[in-house]
């Protein structure tokens, strides 16, 4: 009997010492740009509001954002991308809910930028894809940024409006970026 209230002790002393080592990073200011660029016209958006979370050791990795938080230098541009296409009433947020899949190839303690592979859900619109996307890690003096740069298909995500195609792009470049706190 005490060898069995042993091993039980010892079982929850490891796994509390292990969830002490866990970190998750967090930030409420992470960016998100989006570009489309046709002969038509060039567009960039930017999200400077996203929240987004990302745990050390088991590679979770999440953002959150609001779609009537992309900012435009043309006002119009913003009323049309919020009403005309991605109707941000109906479908206010996008979301990322995924893992990072080599997390265990990051040295949080090591200055440094790593190759991440990050694989998940992308909501966008109120359709959810598998995506899988590289990204880079940095670590520079204790802090932890995480970046990632690719195409959205507009047409996966149920996105509609007369100018796909011709004024905007048939794929926005879409860039990531999170410092974390």
Do not use: R, W
């Not at 435009?72 to 296409?85: G, I, K, P, R, T």
């Not at 265990?104 to 991440?116: E, L, M, S």
């Not at 990204?135 to 409006?161: L, P, Q, R």
């Amino acid at each position: 009997m005490k060898k069995i209230i042993l091993f039980i002790a010892i079982c929850v002393t490891t796994s509390a010492i292990s969830n002490a080592q866990e970190k998750i990073y967090k930030t409420k200011s992470g960016i998100i740009k989006f570009f489309s660029n046709t002969a038509l016209e060039k567009i960039e958006g930017v999200n400077s509001q996203v929240t987004s979370m990302m745990n050390d050791k088991s590679g979770q990795f999440v953002f959150l954002l609001l779609q009537k938080g992309f900012k435009f230098d043309n006002s119009l541009m913003e009323d049309h991308f919020n009403e005309n296409y991605m109707e941000s009433t109906k479908f206010p947020k996008a979301d990322f809910k995924g893992n990072i899949t080599n997390i265990a190839t990051v040295n949080f303690a090591k200055d440094g930028t790593y190759p991440i592979t990050v694989t998940g859900k992308l909501t966008i619109h109120g359709v959810t894809k598998d995506v899988s996307e590289k990204g880079t890690i940095e670590v520079k003096s204790g802090k932890v940024s995480a970046k990632s740069v690719f195409k959205i298909k507009v047409k996966d995500f149920g996105i509609k409006g007369e100018y796909i195609g011709d004024k905007i792009a048939n794929e926005i470049e879409t860039t990531v970026v999170c410092k974390f706190d």
